[in-house]
């Protein structure tokens, strides 16, 4: 086994936001890998084939942590499970955490698969199908950051975070490292200087933070029809985070690092991103390191 396997790391699975399937790119899935076991935030389409890609496979899989429950973040886990079974080593077990619903959705995830399952099951050659348990995450409304959940290896908090009115329940995620005190926080979706983000985030080593690019935005609505335009701007705009915004964020928090994620509306290269967000760090004074990663990216911790 190389040395790096057993570096604690982000592995970037899937970094392009949306309901939209782009080609070639995949959608929300970040793999916080410690101590050799995997911990993904969100499981968009393809996540099944980009752990295999990434050379993770899913037998480190423990948990996976839903930021909410729009299906870019969540279409994955089916074949997270079913795939996962018949893997060698294969997935054995997967605690689901996220906002409430989610207890229903690890219940209910592959009632539609019965039949497909049983069949394979009947022909042998695969062992017990994963457990899953799944946990809602209750938060208080005042945005007070919470302990989720503590293994061997993190200690895992949230709070809650503004991802437009018709969201009732948007999560962040900080994970603290044990073995290293090093700190990683995920914002989910949420809308620019969220204070219950900044709060999470204070002298974080790591935000992986979700980001937007507002004129594409504008270029997109232009060419729909007016009331839809109207629509999609106004939820794009106050539920998302502008990349030119995102320095400022960081350097509040006091975040050592910056990375990009959930990069909407458009695909775009990663040197675009970058293109745009430096001279915003410049302007807002944050010198901490800026990644805009590309899917299968790995970022040492």
Same mark, same amino acid.
């Given at each position: 086994?190389?040395?790096?396997d057993?570096?604690?790391?982000l592995?970037?699975?899937?970094?392009?936001?949306?309901?939209v399937?782009?080609?070639g790119?995949?959608q929300?899935?970040?793999?916080?890998v410690?101590n050799?076991?995997?911990?993904l935030?969100?499981c968009g389409?393809?996540s099944?084939?980009?752990?295999v890609?990434?050379?993770l496979?899913?037998?480190?899989?423990r948990?996976?942590?839903i930021?909410?429950?729009?299906?870019?973040?969540?279409?994955?886990?089916p074949?997270?499970?079913?795939?996962?079974?018949?893997?060698?080593p294969p997935?054995?077990?997967?605690d689901?955490?996220?906002?409430?619903? %989610? #207890?229903?959705?690890?219940?209910n995830?592959?009632?539609?698969f !019965?039949?497909?399952?049983?069949?394979?099951q009947a @022909?042998? =050659?695969?062992?017990p199908?994963?457990?899953v348990?799944g946990h809602?995450i209750?938060?208080?409304?005042d945005?007070t950051i919470?302990p989720v959940m503590?293994?061997e290896?993190?200690?895992?908090?949230a709070?809650r975070v503004?991802?437009?009115?018709?969201?009732a329940?948007?999560?962040a995620?900080?994970?603290?490292?044990?073995?290293?005190?090093?700190?990683?926080?995920?914002?989910?979706?949420?809308?620019?200087?969220?204070?219950?983000l900044i709060a999470?985030?204070?002298?974080?080593d790591?935000?992986?933070?979700?980001?937007?690019?507002n004129s594409a935005v504008?270029?997109?609505a232009?060419?729909?029809?007016?009331p839809?335009a109207?629509?999609? %701007? #106004?939820?794009?705009?106050e539920?998302?985070?502008?990349?030119l !915004?995102?320095p400022a964020i960081?350097?509040t928090? @006091?975040a =050592?690092?910056?990375?990009l994620s959930?990069y909407?509306?458009?695909?775009q290269?990663?040197?675009?991103?970058?293109a745009?967000v430096?001279p915003a760090?410049e302007?807002?004074g944050?010198t901490g390191?800026?990644?805009?990663?590309?899917?299968?990216?790995?970022?040492?911790l």
């Open positions: 086994m190389d040395s790096k057993h570096e604690d790391r592995v970037m699975l899937g970094v392009n936001g949306g309901p399937i782009a080609p790119e995949a929300p899935a970040l793999a916080l410690v050799n076991a995997v911990y935030v969100d389409l393809d099944a084939r980009q752990l890609h990434s050379g496979g899913f037998g480190p899989v948990s996976v942590f930021t909410h429950h729009h299906f870019d973040h969540t279409s994955g886990l074949a997270l499970l079913l795939h996962g079974w018949t893997a060698r997935l054995s077990f997967l689901l955490w996220g906002p409430p619903g %989610t #207890k229903a959705k690890a219940r995830l592959l009632a539609g !019965e039949d497909d399952i049983s069949l394979y @022909g042998g =050659g695969f062992g199908f994963p457990a348990e809602d209750e938060l208080p409304a945005g919470t503590e293994d290896n993190v200690v895992v908090a709070t503004f991802h437009g009115p018709e969201v329940d948007s999560y995620y900080r994970f603290t490292i044990k073995r290293t005190g090093k700190v990683v926080v995920f914002s989910g979706d949420t809308a620019a200087h969220d204070a219950n999470l985030a204070k002298d974080c790591v935000l992986v933070h979700e980001t937007q690019d504008e270029r997109i232009a060419g729909l029809p007016g839809q109207a629509e999609l %701007t #106004k939820h794009l705009f539920a998302h985070s502008s990349v !915004e995102l960081a350097a928090a @006091g =050592g690092k910056l990375v959930h909407t509306p458009t695909v290269p990663p040197e675009v991103w970058l745009m430096l760090a302007k807002a944050y390191e800026i990644v805009a990663p590309a899917a299968l990216d790995v970022i040492p």
